[in-house]
């Protein structure tokens, strides 16, 4: 079974540029959730992809967009990048359904992110 | 809007002591909670869950942790600390609303645990 896996690992960016994060989800998972973590604080929910739509989003600008394709592994973007945007991004997979599973994210081991 | 307190940035314990992470959360619908641990440098692992059930709920690793409505809580212990039980854990609460929604968790601030010999 593949865990989640995040690219790139870490990546330095100057202010208004744009930036792309990918994430695989683990194997029969439908679900993909990202999340900002900056230094020193719990992780903030971004959004969530459900089979290529995004269902349910944090307090994040537009400037943050999404994508999901069929087999399920996702990209982050974010537009006009900000200094504050210097943070760890973690993508997180689940199986999107009730029972056992229910809310057990299987977190990657995230991009870090520099804006300068 | 749900919410998760923890209480201490810090705990630092010697090894072999008690382990003892407080949480407290606030949801206007029951509440699934966790607790994650990271270790420096990677991701998220998942320690244990609350959905329905029993109450107190054993995770790996040793850890358990005792869902208390009346007290809104979910402290997170460990009888005896292992030198590698050095991390930073994060409390979470997920409002169950149906459908889709397992991916929306809202964190704590965290607690990084110190572990002295």
């Known amino acids: 079974e593949t865990g989640v896996t995040q690219s790139p690992t870490h990546l330095i960016k100057t202010r208004g540029q744009q930036v792309t994060l990918r994430c695989s989800s683990q194997s029969g998972h439908n679900t993909v959730s990202w999340y900002q973590q900056a230094l020193g604080q719990g992780p903030q929910f971004i959004f969530q992809?459900?089979?290529?739509?995004?269902?349910g989003r944090g307090n994040f600008p537009p400037r943050f967009s999404g994508l999901q394709f069929p087999n399920y592994s996702s990209e982050l973007n974010v537009n006009a990048l900000e200094l504050d945007d210097s943070a760890l991004y973690l993508c997180?997979?689940?199986?999107?359904?009730?029972?056992?599973?229910?809310?057990?994210?299987?977190f990657g081991e995230g991009s870090r992110l520099t804006v300068l | 809007a749900q919410s998760v307190t923890q209480l201490g940035s810090h705990v630092s314990v010697s090894e072999g002591a008690l382990v003892l992470l407080r949480c407290n959360y606030s949801?206007?619908?029951?509440?699934?909670l966790f607790w994650y641990v990271q270790y420096p440098n990677q991701g998220l692992q998942l320690l244990l869950k609350?959905?329905?059930?029993?109450?107190l709920v054993k995770g790996i690793n040793g850890f358990e942790a005792e869902f208390k409505k009346s007290e809104t809580s979910f402290h997170l212990t460990k009888p005896s600390a292992h030198m590698s039980d050095a991390a930073e854990y994060f409390c979470a609460v997920s409002e169950y609303a149906g459908g889709t929604s397992y991916g929306k968790l809202t964190f704590g601030q965290g607690t990084i645990l110190t572990v002295h010999p």
């Open positions: 992809y459900y089979r290529e739509e995004e269902n």
């Open positions: 949801s206007s619908v029951p509440p699934y």
């Open positions: 609350y959905t329905t059930g029993a109450t």
């Open positions: 997180a997979s689940s199986s999107g359904t009730s029972g056992r599973g229910a809310g057990e994210l299987f």
